[in-house]
T-cell receptor, first 116, second 116 residues
Framework: ETGVTQSPTHLIKTRGQQVTLRCSSQ?????VSWYQQALGQGPQFIFQ???????GRGNFPPRFSGLQFPNYSSELNVNALELDDSALYLC???????????????FGQGTRLTVV | DAKTTQPPSMDCAEGRAANLPCNHS???????VYWYRQIHSQGPQYIIH???NNETNEMASLIITEDRKSSTLILPHATLRDTAVYYC?????????????????FGDGTTLTVKP
């Protein structure tokens, strides 16, 4: 148990639809990162949120967007779904330390998205 | 972010030490080395991290070469439950509003199989 909760655990959507995935951070963690993991590959960084603002983004198009709320929970939104968006979406929370690297990130169990 | 290179797979006998290598020859001076593992269908689990000194915790030891271009994760007494994909990543340190802050670049990892 990492204290990071993602919902839903599984989801099936149709191409062209929009989807919202949710993540509750571990208590005391102020930073949330989202990753996409295709089958057989390592997780790919989508973006990170700190203090409700996007603070770093990977190589993903603008139809991937997010939000972080005052309680540090977060949402990942994907518009105009494509078949290649089928993947495991992982949320990781961490605590930003003063003057240095983040403490270790704790991952949720992920949301398995299937686009048909 | 620096890219890491890991062997795609390794085997280890139960009870023996598992030594997992990672090459990060382009690591910059202020990047940390992190290790995670991912057991099938679960989110990645943090193992250990370090900057330039060797580190040890209850799960593993991390040996970083003096030039910091490579590292080795050591599981001292591997068990069947250690069978997983192990990821070595390097992370840009957190600075306020640095657009690369916290971004973790995962490769494809090493699939470690612990055999009876």
């Amino acid at each position: 148990e990492t204290g990071v909760t993602q919902s839903p655990t599984h989801l099936i959507k149709t191409r062209g639809q929009q989807v919202t995935l949710r993540c509750s951070s571990q208590s005391g963690h102020n930073t949330v990162s989202w990753y996409q993991q295709a089958l057989g590959q390592g997780p790919q960084f989508i973006f990170q949120y700190y203090r409700e603002e996007e603070n770093g983004r990977g190589n993903f198009p603008p139809r991937f967007s997010g939000l972080q709320f005052p309680n540090y929970s977060s949402e990942l939104n994907v518009n105009a779904l494509e078949l290649d968006d089928s993947a495991l979406y992982l949320c990781a929370s961490s605590r930003r330390l003063q003057g240095g690297a983040n403490a270790e990130a704790f991952f949720g169990q992920g949301t398995r998205l299937t686009v048909v | 972010d620096a890219k890491t290179t890991q062997p795609p797979s390794m085997d280890c006998a139960e009870g023996r030490a598992a030594n997992l290598p990672c090459n990060h020859s382009t690591i910059s001076g202020n990047e940390y080395v992190y290790w995670y593992r991912q057991i099938h269908s679960q989110g990645p689990q943090y193992i250990i991290h370090g900057l330039k000194n060797n580190e040890t915790n209850e799960m593993a030891s991390l040996i970083i070469t003096e030039d910091r271009k490579s590292s080795t994760l050591i599981l001292p007494h591997a068990t069947l439950r250690d069978t997983a994909v192990y990821y070595c990543i390097v992370r840009v340190p957190i600075e306020a509003y640095n657009t690369n802050a916290g971004k973790s670049t995962f490769g494809d990892g090493t699939t470690l199989t612990v055999k009876p």
